[in-house]
């Protein structure tokens, strides 16, 4: 017998949520693979409620936010629309003075929010998670709750904020320039910007540079990845690198490979896809050629700039030029929001939940601490401050058995009620001018062009061609195997993906949209990104010549 579902009263059910809503999609950018129950239990009611939250503190004219189902591991959601005229109007009146905060001191409400939310991880990580008592551990748990559900209020309003200034920027460039997103011109206003994730990209490189002067490069590339860490601390002067290097982890590596789960070790548990990074880095040589491609973008960026502004009639400009710099901040925000919010909270998720579980599989309640992310918190609580007096383990049984069978067999893109199909529950999609769904999750469509004679049609996610060998990439495990010249093949990436950026010549991505991490990474490093292409990692397979041409968004297999 079930105690619980997975998330109580948001399990998908047809005959209710259709009802609701006619089109439900799956969040493929997030829950493929499959999620863990408690993973998928804190983002299901959290996102949520985030999203709900952002579209009602802002006011959005035309969307209030997002609901959400689980099924099987995924995410589905639908579009919570604003159908009345009237209401519309009224709402559109409050979010232009809402807005205004991001437009007057964007860099200054983000760093509030920073601080606060640094703040919160800092208190939980001064407990002693193995020395805590029982209570102790739960009211842990519970503020780790309590800092998801604050991380998804200040993501959705921070993100609903800067993308929708970024619909409406490219609204103008549309109407007054003839450009949209999927230009090349449009690309160039919007790129040549550091963020936080770059930093950290910077301080590996850094790395690679003091393993070469310390002599341990030789070490760090025949090593390896599982061997790193023991052949480094060999010797002197690879303890006291692999010291600092952890220092550096303690600070900037709580997260992990895969930023929408928390059933993998964070770097700060397991450094050793950080230092494949600096492997990579040292493999490449070079200087960091991120900052060295970034004056040559940002020179770009100030020429577009005067282009497109002496388009726009003299009395729009002063307006365009204000939601031009804050459009300039998405890709920024995009990024950092990735290190800041969920890669963080997701650390701390981990972290709380596998000190709950050392205590519970010490006190039997368990099998072992990893079967905690099989629970949700009702269950936890359950046992939380007694775990001697309780067994859990045939929940855990039966949902891991109910996981793994999830992983066989993909859920569908979407759910649509019958008589109503995909190209209709687009048209809702761009009629709602949801920033979120239309440039983050979802995206724009294809164009096939039979004359064209492409094996893939996808959208320009960053402008240019290339042509070299394909590296399919199916999980942030295989990273390690991307080399110098490759074109990247994957489903979608995520920050920890950002390194191997810096060794291939192109992109190819399942899904993405322009404010998805491949698109906003591909524009700094100046490579070509082609999105949306659905069928990549089925159709590519690694060592295949490919012709990668963005600007038409095509994919070319040259070696059939």
């Known amino acids: 017998m079930k105690v619980y579902d997975v998330v109580p009263g948001l399990e998908f059910e047809p005959e209710r949520d259709f009802a609701q809503s006619p089109a439900w999609f799956l969040d493929g950018t997030h829950s493929v693979p499959p999620w863990t129950p408690m993973f998928g239990w804190f983002w299901i009611n959290f996102c949520r409620h985030g999203m709900q939250y952002g579209a009602e503190k802002l006011s959005l ?5 997002w609901d959400w189902r689980f099924h099987r591991g995924g995410g589905y959601l639908t579009l919570l629309l604003v159908h009345s005229e009237e209401e519309k109007q009224r709402r559109e009146t409050e979010f232009r003075k809402a807005i205004l905060p991001f437009i007057e001191d964007y860099d200054g409400l983000w760093g509030g929010f920073v601080k606060e939310i640094l703040g919160r991880y800092e208190k939980l990580k001064a407990l002693n998670l193995d020395q805590a008592a029982n209570i102790e551990l739960l009211d842990n748990f519970e503020e ?25 920027f490219e609204n103008m460039c549309r109407e007054l320039a003839g450009i949209d997103d999927t230009s090349p011109l449009f690309h160039k206003l919007v790129s040549g910007f ?16 003091r393993a070469r002067a310390d002599g341990l490069a030789e070490v760090i590339l025949e090593s390896q990845p599982a061997d790193l860490q023991s052949r480094l601390q060999e010797t002197a002067k690879g303890k006291e690198f692999l010291k600092d290097f952890m220092a550096f982890m303690n600070e900037d590596g709580w997260r992990m490979q895969r930023m929408s789960e928390m ?35 940002t020179e770009q960026r100030q020429a577009a700039e005067k282009e497109v502004l002496a388009k726009v009639p003299q009395e729009q400009r002063s307006w365009f030029g204000r939601l031009m710099l804050l459009a300039q901040k998405s890709g920024v925000f995009s990024e950092e929001h990735d290190h800041y919010l969920d890669l963080y ?5 981990r972290r709380s939940a596998l000190g709950l579980g050392r205590r519970f599989a010490q006190k039997g309640a368990l099998n072992e601490a990893d079967d905690i992310f099989f629970l949700i918190p ?26 793994q069978e999830w992983q066989k067999t993909p859920n569908p893109p979407a759910f649509l009620k019958e008589g109503f199909d995909l190209d209709m529950a687009m048209g809702v999609l761009v009629q709602s001018m949801d920033p979120i769904a239309l440039k983050v999750v979802v995206g724009s469509m294809p164009q096939v062009r039979p004359e064209l004679k492409a094996d893939l049609y996808g959208t320009c996610g960053s402008p240019g061609v290339a042509e070299g060998p394909a590296r399919v990439i199916l999980n942030e ?7 110098e010249g490759d ?35 591909g524009r700094e490093y100046g490579i070509p990104v082609v999105m949306n292409v659905f069928e990549g990692t089925a159709k590519i397979k690694s060592g295949q010549r490919i012709k990668v041409d963005a600007n038409m968004g095509v994919v070319f297999i040259l070696d059939k």
């Open 61 to 65: 004219p035309t969307v209030k936010g």
């Open 144 to 168: 780790t709750i309590n800092t998801c559900r604050r991380m998804w209020e200040i993501h959705m309003y921070m993100m609903y904020g800067t993308y929708t200034a970024y619909i409406l």
């Open 194 to 209: 550091d963020n936080k994730v770059f930093q950290v990209d910077r301080r590996l490189w850094e790395f690679s540079k």
């Open 263 to 297: 059933n993998l070790p964070t770097w700060v548990e397991d450094p050793t896809p950080a230092l494949v990074n600096v492997k990579q880095f040292l493999q490449k040589g070079g200087g960091f050629n991120l900052e060295e491609e970034r004056g040559k973008i």
């Open 345 to 349: 909270t997701h650390a701390m998720m």
């Open 378 to 403: 009702d269950e936890v609580r359950r046992a939380g401050i007694n775990p001697d007096q309780f067994d859990l383990r045939y929940i855990v049984d039966r949902r891991k058995a109910e996981w």
């Open 477 to 483: 495990d295989e990273l390690h195997l991307v080399e």
């Open 487 to 521: 074109i990247l093949v994957a489903a979608s990436t995520s920050p920890s993906w950002t390194p191997v950026f810096s060794m291939i010549k192109g992109v190819v991505v399942d899904r993405g949209a322009s404010l998805s991490h491949a698109a906003i990474v």
